[in-house]
């Protein structure tokens, strides 16, 4: 396989977590019942650009199907962070009624809706259907297809280019990342600016945040590798931000390579610290799995010694990090009996893989577990919050990532 970037040969595996199948596909009675496709979840890291990448596999069309379930606007705290970026971004741009807004994988209009309240013409675009149809009825105007080249032009045609491209969480998902870099580069008007925020390999790598690997989740990004790609296709970084979100991510501010505008002391700072920890030596990726497989066995041992001292278990929180944990743990519900989540779009349904089902928060009053496992751990202190004013009981709360610990 070659790098999906610079097209080098891929020689070096950064992570192997085996056999998977798509973290989002949650299933039903009847999916019990039907074969369930796995795929192989396995990084490389391209020696050549350093851009860290899923094996080649499955087609984009299986993995973001119609009822893929995630609605940006169930996280309250989400929601106050795409309303600060607005609150932010609006004036340090000088955006006004003249400007032009798109979001690549707008949602359900989580964040697209603050610019319509101050009447900021705006455009989302979003793939799944169900998304692209709810921020519709809020009044955020979405086109329901995937963003690339061939949109890019067709949006230039139309005399649609934007003064600010938003890309939050999408850039990391996509499969062919220069397609999507070029046609991020049609679609921005001369002197305009775009924002795109990813997790960031270099925090992923410190914290051990294997679980946040799966296969919608093509590519694991640093700021070097990001600067190349962007220069490749006639862009440039000019400002970072470092993000708390998804346990540390980047907001990267692109401009046209030829832009006047200087960068700021912030972008060379960061590709200073990230060559510093070894972002761009092969060693450095080869040691992770062990931490990885430390994390795993810790936390199978910590289940298996519940089970036998005869403590009731629950988990909480049935996101993508979650699944890709307890599949490559092969823990199923006889050491992990259910998993609680808000969603009501997934109550009801099973844990891919696992096959763990998902209830209610409301179980935990009910069945008063004396453990519970918090799997989006970058969460954590919110979910220990909304569960303390849920439920009386003694439970004590726990997170696997980085490493097995008390939380609360
Ligand atoms: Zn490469």
């Known amino acids: 396989m070659n790098c999906r970037h610079c097209r080098a040969s891929l020689e070096h595996v950064f992570l192997d977590l085996g056999f998977a199948p798509p973290s989002n596909a949650y299933l039903s009675d009847a999916d019990l019942k039907k074969p369930e496709s796995y795929y192989p979840l396995k990084l490389f890291v391209c020696a050549h650009c350093w851009l860290v990448q899923t094996e080649d596999y499955a087609s984009a069309d299986e993995l973001f199907s ?45 964040l697209l809706k603050n610019f319509v309240a101050s009447n900021i013409p705006c455009l989302g675009i979003e793939p799944t259907a169900s998304t692209a149809a709810a921020a519709e009825k809020i009044g955020v105007p979405t086109l329901s297809e995937f963003f690339g080249v061939a949109l890019a032009q067709r949006l230039v045609g139309e005399g649609r280019q934007a003064d600010l491209i938003i890309g939050n969480n ?23 600016t775009l924002t795109l925020e990813f997790p960031h390999l270099m925090r992923l790598i410190e914290h051990t945040q294997f679980d946040t690997v799966y296969h919608e989740h093509f590519s694991y990004l640093s700021l070097n590798t990001v600067s190349h790609i962007f220069a490749k296709a006639g862009l440039r970084v000019w400002d970072i931000d470092e993000l708390p979100t998804h346990g540390g991510s980047l907001r990267i501010y ?17 590709l200073a610290e990230e ?26 041992a910590f289940l298996v010694d519940q089970k036998r001292s005869g403590k009731k278990v629950a988990a909480y929180g049935a996101a993508a990090k979650g699944n890709t944990l307890l599949n490559y743990a092969g823990i199923k519900s006889d050491l992990l009996p259910y998993v609680c989540d808000a969603a009501a779009s997934k109550q009801g349904k099973y844990m891919p893989g696992s096959h763990i089902p998902i209830l209610a928060p409301e179980a935990l009053i009910e069945r008063c577990p004396d453990i519970v496992l918090i799997l989006p751990w970058n969460i954590a202190e919110e979910v220990v919050a909304q569960l303390k004013s849920l439920e009386n009981s003694n439970a004590e709360f726990f997170v696997a990532v980085p490493q097995l610990k008390v939380v609360g």
């Open 66 to 110: 119609n009822d893929y379930a995630y609605f940006s606007s169930v996280s309250t705290s989400w929601l106050t962070h795409a309303k600060r970026y607005v609150e932010m971004i609006t004036p340090r741009l000088g955006l006004g009624k003249e400007s032009f807004v798109i979001e690549v994988a707008s949602n359900d209009g989580y």
């Open 170 to 192: 999408v850039y990391a998902h996509v499969p062919d990342i220069n397609d999507f870099t070029f046609a991020l580069k049609v679609a921005l008007k001369p002197g305009g």
């Open 254 to 270: 692109g401009c046209h390579i030829e832009d006047a505008r200087p960068s700021t002391p912030a972008v060379s700072a960061m």
């Open 275 to 300: 060559k510093r920890n070894g972002l761009q030596k092969v060693s450095t990726y080869l040691a992770f799995q062990p931490r990885a497989d430390k994390v795993k066995n810790d936390l199978v």
